[in-house]
C-alpha cells in the first residue's frame, strides 16, 4: 500500500489549503477514505471520511462546516479543501482507508500561524 499526501504548507489563520492524496496498492478497493490529522503526542484523529458508492461524507465537529472531502474512487485519489483555518489545526495530515490499515503515508505538514 503507498498512501502519498500533499498540499500541506504555512498559512495565516482564515487561510484555505486544498490537501491531494494518492493511494495505491490496496488489495480489495476501500469503501470509505478518510483524512486523519495527529499532533505530538496525540491520537491520530479522523477528520474527515467519503464512502465512494453512496457518496456520503462525515466530519469531525471541529472541522465541519469548514472542511469538505471529495475524490475519485477509480483513481483513488482524496482531497481534503480546508477554510476558515485556525491554529488548533496544526497538525500532520494523512490520508488512509476507513477503518485505517497499519501503513501510513509521509503525511503533509498543515501549519497555522500569523
Known amino acids: 500500500v503507498q498512501l502519498v499526501e500533499s498540499g500541506g504548507g504555512l498559512v495565516q489563520p482564515g487561510g484555505s489549503l486544498r490537501l491531494s492524496c494518492a493511494a495505491s496498492?490496496?488489495?480489495?478497493?476501500?469503501?470509505?477514505m478518510g483524512w486523519f490529522r495527529q499532533t505530538p503526542g496525540k491520537e491520530r484523529d479522523l477528520v474527515a471520511a467519503?464512502?465512494?458508492?453512496?457518496?456520503?461524507?462525515y466530519y469531525a465537529p471541529p472541522v465541519k462546516g469548514r472542511f469538505t472531502i471529495s475524490g475519485d474512487s477509480l483513481k483513488n485519489t482524496v482531497f481534503l479543501q480546508m477554510n476558515s483555518l485556525q491554529p488548533e489545526d496544526t497538525a500532520v495530515y494523512y490520508c488512509?482507508?476507513?477503518?485505517?490499515?497499519?501503513?501510513w503515508g509521509q503525511g503533509t505538514q498543515v501549519t497555522v500561524s500569523l
Open positions: 488512509n482507508r476507513n477503518p485505517p490499515t497499519d501503513l
Open positions: 467519503i464512502h465512494w458508492s453512496i457518496g456520503s461524507t
Open positions: 496498492g490496496f488489495i480489495d478497493s476501500p469503501k470509505v
